[in-house]
């Protein structure tokens, strides 16, 4: 007799081949057709069991992609590491993130010549912070710079740190070492925050929102819930349906 036991995630897998997303409901369906009487609470944890072993990453409230992507976790480099540690000494208890522009060029057709490391903080912290880095290395350090200024000046340094205010429950990897945001969040700030990121507009925006979506995992859920906090969600699910591959998922 075939039994849930029985229902391998090879099988599991060939079974939905071909399918780029798969419903909860679905799954659901696929194992009580071995194992009719399987409950609720005993599903919800075989699929708890799937999203741990990475055969299924949610991408949107109930609907799952099948696929063995793995989840963005940059190595941060040397100037990043430095920054989030001494931020981790100076300030324990404050909630932040640091990341560099630079992890975009694997997305990208185009690669810029010049680079930031984006500091974020929480919004009643940020002048210390920036004060702090600004004796720390001096030169290139940034507060929330308006259009003017990033224009003049940052966007013709080599690379320089920006410290910005962080969006409350801004979904963030504490990951191993520091703290970096999220793949979700990135590719909002990049739609939202257009003269910041002034570098990866144009055509370049929906190639580095499809490559990334192709060679990591993405939560829609997670990033219209994010653009959301940002006010823009209903402008980023019409630029996903309409400029982006990501639109075909189901939902958006």
Known sequence: MTTQRNVTIDSLLRHFAGRPHVSRDELLHYYRSFVPGLNESTFAWRI????????????????????RKPVFHPKPEPKVTAIAMQLRSRFPHMRYCVWNTRWLNEWMIHQPGRYQILVEV???MAESVFYYLKDEYHTNVYLDPDKLTLERYIHEEPQAVIVRRLISKAPLDKGKTIPTPSLEKILVDLFVDRSLFSAFQG???????????????????RMTAYAKRRGKATELIAFLTTNTRIGEAPGV
């Open 48 to 67: 708890h069991s799937l999203k741990g072993k990475g055969v299924i990453q949610p991408v949107r409230r109930g609907v799952y992609a099948l696929s």
């Open 122 to 124: 929480e919004a009643e």
């Open 203 to 221: 055509s370049e925006l929906p190639h580095i929102f499809d490559t990334a979506q192709e060679t990591y995992t993405l939560n829609i859920t």
